[in-house]
């Protein structure tokens, strides 16, 4: 059996929200799921192998994927517990419509975490009508167009940088200026790209790496925000604020306890 038994957390109409826990070191032959969904890394994390490509998920990624992906997974040195979101029914038309024009797409942007952040709430207080809306929040998301352009490889060194260390370490417009591109272009360029500011771009990622940091048990929030590229715990709290509506130990409270 390559997929471990489900926790039923929350039933909705045609969706059913289950909690697995796959094991540290597991490795998955080549398979396809039984249900389309959307997969929310609540601890740990995993890579996948498919035809369109391969990825490195983790802690608050999103993963959308259509039924009929073949794909394989590994698993990393510890537990990994993933939030499903399984559409056991194909769901309306608008959510079968998705997952035909984004049959595996993985979602690293504000409105995701945050529509995670606050399922999770309405999760654990069996609140069905609020989950199912954020759940058509996260689809919605989904759903939106991807920026067309291909960015040249020195604009994705960067993005790569901003998402490994963070603005503070990274000099965006000096490396602008070695490619030959204004600092202004470069910040347009920027956004046609990846669909957000640099500024964005470098926060988002930063709440990522802190959320990474807080499963390290007792872990201070200190040097959680520290470790994870900002200035200071009180720079890391607006970071979160402004993510996901919420502080970060009230978001460590939501992943922790689910996960």
Known sequence: MLEPAADPLLSL??????????????????HRDRTSRISAVLSGGFSE??????????????????????????????????????????GSDGVRSIFQRAAWRVLRQKPGLRALVHLLEAVSAGDVSSAEAFVLEMVLTFGEETPQRSPPPWLCRIADELESVGLSQVRVAERARAAGVHPVHASRLFRECFGRSVTEHARYHAVRRALAGMEREG???????????????????????????????????LFDAAG
């Open 219 to 253: 872990a201070r929030l200190c040097d959680v925000s520290s470790d994870a590229g900002f200035f200071d715990q009180s720079h890391m709290t607006r970071a979160f604020r402004q993510m996901t509506d919420r502080p970060p130990a009230a978001c460590r409270t």
């Open 13 to 30: 109409d045609g969706i059913q929200i289950n909690s697995r826990v796959y094991r540290a070191g597991l490795v998955q032959a080549p």
């Open 49 to 90: 192998e498919t035809k369109y490509g391969s990825l490195r998920c983790g802690r608050g990624d999103l993963l959308l994927k259509s039924r009929s992906i073949v794909h394989e997974n590994a698993f990393v040195d510890r537990s990994t517990r993933i939030l499903s979101i399984e559409f056991v029914s194909g």
